[in-house]
């Protein structure tokens, strides 16, 4: 029966459709598609309509499946039938959006029938869509030719045992398929009862089947409603806009800090890569102590950190190492928003997943346990899945929050039940989790600068302003001033400001962090200080300066007698050599149960000598209780801290998800070409065989010449660099020099095209020449 073709379908479709959908279908434009039959021919195989399907929400899948039920892949099917199967309530008020979501996806369209036959059109779907949506559509079984006619069908039920009708009862519920082996004698079985007047069909020895028609009838009125669930309400909270933001902001705080703790944790001491790539078990317990976090935090952070560029694998032929790269000191000088920028964009496009650490690569208890950085944890549909997830939670209110994981998920399933399944729920779990560790979402609800990130264009390698503003008005205003304490601690009542942080971190350690940060003044901490030659007058106006409460005595008393101990010894290079006005003290040092190690020779009455480096000498003479202070040739103090290992950063590949939907420039530019190059299919036959055509060199140089004065497209057979051979139409501008000039038709832009690689040329007719 002639009908309505899906190449006809899609040439009757303006452009605007053609656009939704490739950006609906972005797999369909790559390759770009030369015409419309093979965009048709692309849009019908299953891999293709397998993931066109992932994208449908239940009632979409729900309208699908019940077309399929009708045989609408093989015959078109009147869209009266959704309301028989479903019932007059869906297919009034929810099966016209479903049809549209699947006609855009070109996954149905509407067959015209035979012309001859009026009542013949209806709804058609691709072939495909049979193999890759269910084995057993709407949960009913394979047809079958003997129960086609309903009147029989209804006198077969109508006597059938009500034990019998039970067994059948339970099969129409869904899956059609049951277990029941065929006796091998004795007395038929009700099953084999059943079988022997076709209600049920026998797949093997062991397994039975429910006839579609069976199915159908026992359900009775609107068979496949059942497919359609209820849309899952968000069970949400309202914790306030404000408690979001600025819990979501303390979180920001947090991140920074311990990510610069890692950077100089690894700075220090770079951790190895494994043979095998990514980090090992003991790395990654070791890192997690020194944050102050669980593995799973640590392992998330580490991800993080390499994504945004701050570490990277130093690629060393002997010993690989992952070692900070240079733009881990171009982020410590930014402001709390301009770092946490990159670090939130570097999670958003992940192509990873984290959450999979410390998990087996498969159910086998032998298989290798998941480790940080390795190539297992690669999932490049990752930043789609994580971006449904915070879109999901961008569509409540600013201030509301949903009530857990447990909700998200039970949404998404039904926005995209064929993306369900174990990992997609632990899925939204992670995301959850890791977007709260980001300070982009708190209480369970979206923060204001997470929705302005989710908001940016982050293709283009930046955010907008509003992220930064969004993130600035959320932190706490930066402070500058502690308050000490008698015990010799300093708390801060905000995030210090950055160069305040740094002359603290110096002079004191971190204790505790929270709401304030406290440090802790020891005099370890100050003889550090002193270190980096300080002087004690310096310590002094810093604690005076920077504290809201007096410096209390015992504060002033300690640095004092710190520094009057302090660089009474001075080291320089000789390899090293230890100075001191008090030769007492040089004989102290000589005798002191270590000092073997310190392999130190008298050279005067106050200088000592040592084949140690000075920094190893001055670390061993501290671990025995001197206070050494490292001296340079003018007598001044050095700061002999390591600056920590840094390799070259690499430039970070451009971000651009698996298949990402084209932008609109692109799929305008794509749909051009896809109608030129249908214009140049349809003509070809008649191109082809026209007088005005050309093999050989002199024929299509002078049809070309003909075609360029005369403003004439021209068809071109046409072989590039590489070899590969091709055919497109050309309005040919100018011919000479050995090159054809001339707009391309399927490119949309001027090309040239070397006349030795023309194979052959034609004039195009009715190709709508400009006048």
Same mark, same amino acid.
């Given at each position: 029966?002639?009908?309505?073709?899906?190449?006809?379908?899609?040439?009757?479709?303006?452009?605007?459709?053609?656009?939704?959908?490739?950006?609906?279908?972005?797999?369909?434009?790559?390759?770009?598609?030369?015409?419309?039959?093979?965009?048709?021919?692309?849009?019908?195989?299953?891999?293709?309509?397998?993931?066109?399907?992932?994208?449908?929400?239940?009632?979409?899948?729900?309208?699908?499946?019940?077309?399929?039920?009708?045989?609408?892949?093989?015959?078109?099917?009147?869209?009266?039938?959704?309301?028989?199967?479903?019932?007059?309530?869906?297919?009034?008020?929810?099966?016209?959006?479903?049809?549209?979501?699947?006609?855009?996806?070109?996954?149905?369209?509407?067959?015209?029938?035979?012309?001859?036959?009026?009542?013949?059109?209806?709804?058609?779907?691709?072939?495909?869509?049979?193999?890759?949506?269910?084995?057993?559509?709407?949960?009913?079984?394979?047809?079958?030719?003997?129960?086609?006619?309903?009147?029989?069908?209804?006198?077969?039920?109508?006597?059938?045992?009500?034990?019998?009708?039970?067994?059948?009862?339970?099969?129409?519920?869904?899956?059609?398929?049951?277990?029941?082996?065929?006796?091998?004698?004795?007395?038929?079985?009700? $099953?084999?009862? #059943?079988?022997?007047?076709?209600?049920? &069909?026998? *797949? @093997? !020895?062991?397994?039975?089947? /429910?006839?579609? =028609? +069976?199915?159908?009838?026992?359900?009775?009125?609107?068979?496949?409603?059942?497919?359609?669930?209820?849309?899952?309400?968000?069970?949400?909270?309202?914790?306030?806009?404000?408690?979001?933001?600025?819990?979501?902001?303390?979180?920001?705080?947090?991140?920074?800090?311990?990510?610069?703790?890692?950077?100089?944790?690894?700075?220090?001491?770079?951790?190895?890569?494994?043979?095998?790539?990514?980090?090992? $078990?003991?790395? #990654?317990?070791?890192?997690?102590?020194? &944050?102050? *976090? @669980? !593995?799973?935090?640590?392992? /998330?952070?580490? =991800? +993080?950190?390499?994504?945004?560029?701050?570490?990277?694998?130093?690629?060393?032929?002997?010993?690989?190492?992952?070692?900070?790269?240079?733009?881990?000191?171009?982020?410590?000088?930014?402001?709390?928003?301009?770092?946490?920028?990159?670090?939130?964009?570097?999670?958003?496009?992940?192509?990873?997943?984290?959450?999979?650490?410390?998990?087996?690569?498969?159910?086998?208890?032998?298989?290798?346990?998941?480790?940080?950085?390795?190539?297992?944890?690669?999932?490049? &549909?990752?930043?789609?899945?994580?971006?449904?997830? /915070?879109?999901?939670?961008?569509?409540?209110?600013?201030?509301?929050?949903?009530?857990?994981?447990?909700?998200?998920?039970?949404?998404?399933?039904?926005?995209?039940?064929?993306?369900?399944?174990?990992?997609?729920?632990?899925?939204?779990?992670?995301?959850?989790?890791?977007?709260?560790?980001?300070?982009?979402?708190?209480?369970?609800?979206?923060?204001?600068?997470?929705?302005?990130?989710?908001?940016?264009?982050?293709?283009?390698?930046?955010?907008?302003?509003?992220?930064?503003?969004? &993130?600035?008005?959320?932190?706490?205003?930066?402070?500058?001033?502690?308050?000490?304490?008698?015990?010799?601690?300093?708390?801060?009542?905000?995030?210090?400001?950055?160069?305040?942080?740094?002359?603290?971190?110096?002079?004191?350690?971190?204790?505790?962090?929270?709401?304030?940060?406290?440090?802790?003044?020891?005099?370890?901490?100050?003889?550090?200080?002193?270190?980096?030659?300080?002087?004690?007058?310096?310590?002094?106006?810093?604690?005076?300066?920077?504290?809201?409460?007096?410096?209390?005595?015992?504060?002033?008393?300690?640095?004092?007698?710190?520094?009057?101990?302090?660089?009474?010894?001075?080291?320089?290079?000789?390899?090293?050599?230890?100075?001191?006005?008090?030769?007492?003290?040089?004989?102290?040092?000589?005798?002191?149960?270590?000092?073997?190690?310190?392999?130190?020779?008298?050279?005067?009455?106050?200088?000592?000598?040592?084949?140690?480096?000075?920094?190893?000498?001055?670390?061993?003479?501290?671990?025995?209780?001197?206070?050494?202070?490292?001296?340079?040739?003018?007598?001044?103090?050095?700061?002999?801290?390591?600056?920590?290992?840094?390799?070259?950063?690499?430039?970070?590949?451009?971000?651009?998800?698996?298949?990402?939907?084209?932008?609109?420039?692109?799929?305008?530019?794509?749909?051009?070409?896809?109608?030129?190059?249908?214009?140049?299919?349809?003509?070809?036959?008649?191109?082809?065989?026209?007088?005005?055509?050309?093999?050989?060199?002199?024929?299509?140089?002078?049809?070309?010449?003909?075609?360029?004065?005369?403003?004439?497209?021209?068809?071109?057979?046409?072989?590039?660099?590489?070899?590969?051979?091709?055919?497109?139409?050309?309005?040919?501008?100018?011919?000479?020099?050995?090159?054809?000039?001339?707009?391309?038709?399927?490119?949309?832009?001027?090309?040239?095209?070397?006349?030795?690689?023309?194979?052959?040329?034609?004039?195009?007719?009715?190709?709508?020449?400009?006048?």
């Amino acid at each position: 029966m002639a009908g309505t073709s899906l190449l006809d379908w899609l040439r009757a479709r303006d452009d605007a459709a053609l656009a939704t959908l490739l950006r609906l279908r972005p797999d369909l434009g790559v390759p770009a598609p030369p015409d419309l039959t093979v965009l048709a021919t692309r849009i019908g195989i299953r891999a293709s309509v397998n993931r066109a399907c992932e994208d449908l929400d239940t009632v979409a899948l729900a309208v699908l499946e019940a077309l399929l039920v009708a045989g609408a892949y093989a015959e078109p099917v009147p869209a009266d039938e959704l309301g028989r199967l479903l019932g007059p309530e869906l297919a009034a008020f929810r099966v016209p959006a479903a049809l549209e979501q699947l006609r855009e996806r070109a996954l149905v369209w509407e067959d015209g029938g035979d012309p001859d036959d009026p009542d013949g059109g209806g709804l058609r779907v691709v072939p495909a869509a049979n193999e890759v949506t269910s084995r057993y559509p709407g949960g009913l079984g394979r047809g079958s030719a003997a129960l086609a006619d309903p009147a029989v069908l209804d006198d077969l039920l109508a006597d059938t045992p009500p034990e019998q009708r039970r067994m059948l009862d339970a099969l129409a519920d869904g899956p059609p398929i049951g277990r029941s082996r065929a006796p091998a004698g004795g007395p038929p079985s009700p $099953v084999q009862r #059943l079988v022997s007047r076709g209600l049920l &069909l026998r *797949v @093997d !020895p062991e397994t039975v089947e /429910l006839p579609r =028609e +069976v199915g159908l009838a026992l359900r009775g009125p609107a068979p496949l409603a059942r497919l359609v669930a209820e849309e899952p309400e968000l069970v949400t909270a309202d914790p306030g806009r404000d408690r979001i933001d600025s819990t979501a902001a303390g979180a920001v705080l947090e991140l920074l800090r311990r990510v610069e703790t890692l950077i100089g944790s690894w700075s220090d001491a770079p951790p190895p890569v494994l043979r095998s790539g990514g980090l090992g $078990v003991r790395e #990654l317990r070791r890192t997690a102590r020194e &944050l102050a *976090v @669980d !593995p799973a935090e640590a392992a /998330l952070l580490i =991800e +993080v950190v390499v994504a945004a560029g701050l570490v990277a694998d130093s690629e060393s032929s002997s010993a690989p190492e992952w070692v900070p790269t240079t733009n881990a000191d171009l982020w410590r000088a930014g402001g709390p928003e301009q770092r946490w920028v990159p670090l939130a964009r570097a999670w958003l496009e992940l192509p990873r997943l984290p959450g999979l650490v410390g998990q087996r690569g498969s159910d086998n208890p032998a298989d290798k346990v998941l480790a940080p950085l390795s190539d297992e944890l690669r999932r490049p &549909l990752a930043p789609r899945d994580r971006r449904r997830v /915070l879109d999901l939670l961008a569509t409540l209110p600013p201030g509301r929050a949903v009530d857990g994981p447990d909700t998200l998920a039970a949404a998404l399933s039904w926005r995209a039940p064929r993306r369900g399944g174990r990992l997609r729920d632990e899925q939204v779990a992670w995301t959850l989790a890791e977007a709260t560790r980001l300070g982009i979402v708190a209480l369970n609800g979206l923060a204001g600068h997470g929705r302005a990130l989710l908001a940016a264009d982050l293709s283009v390698g930046g955010v907008s302003a509003s992220v930064l503003t969004a &993130l600035r008005a959320a932190l706490p205003e930066p402070v500058d001033q502690v308050l000490l304490q008698a015990d010799l601690t300093a708390v801060a009542p905000g995030p210090l400001r950055a160069d305040v942080a740094e002359e603290f971190a110096l002079v004191a350690d971190l204790e505790s962090t929270g709401g304030a940060d406290v440090y802790r003044i020891t005099e370890a901490s100050i003889r550090r200080a002193l270190d980096t030659g300080r002087a004690a007058a310096e310590l002094h106006e810093l604690f005076a300066k920077r504290s809201i409460t007096p410096v209390p005595q015992g504060l002033s008393y300690l640095v004092d007698d710190v520094a009057r101990r302090h660089g009474r010894l001075r080291g320089g290079s000789a390899r090293a050599f230890l100075r001191a006005d008090d030769e007492v003290l040089l004989a102290e040092v000589l005798a002191h149960r270590s000092a073997e190690s310190f392999e130190l020779r008298r050279i005067a009455p106050t200088v000592l000598v040592s084949e140690l480096s000075l920094a190893d000498l001055l670390d061993r003479l501290r671990a025995a209780g001197f206070a050494p202070g490292a001296e340079a040739g003018d007598g001044t103090l050095l700061d002999l801290r390591p600056s920590g290992r840094r390799i070259p950063a690499r430039p970070r590949p451009a971000s651009r998800p698996a298949l990402a939907a084209p932008d609109e420039a692109h799929t305008a530019a794509l749909v051009a070409a896809i109608r030129a190059g249908d214009r140049a299919a349809v003509l070809r036959p008649r191109t082809l065989d026209h007088p005005h055509s050309g093999t050989n060199g002199a024929d299509t140089l002078q049809l070309l010449r003909d075609a360029a004065r005369q403003r004439r497209s021209v068809w071109i057979g046409y072989v590039n660099s590489l070899g590969v051979a091709s055919r497109r139409i050309v309005e040919p501008v100018s011919v000479g020099g050995g090159v054809l000039e001339g707009y391309d038709r399927a490119q949309g832009d001027l090309r040239r095209f070397m006349l030795h690689r023309i194979t052959s040329a034609a004039v195009v007719e009715g190709a709508g020449e400009p006048g």
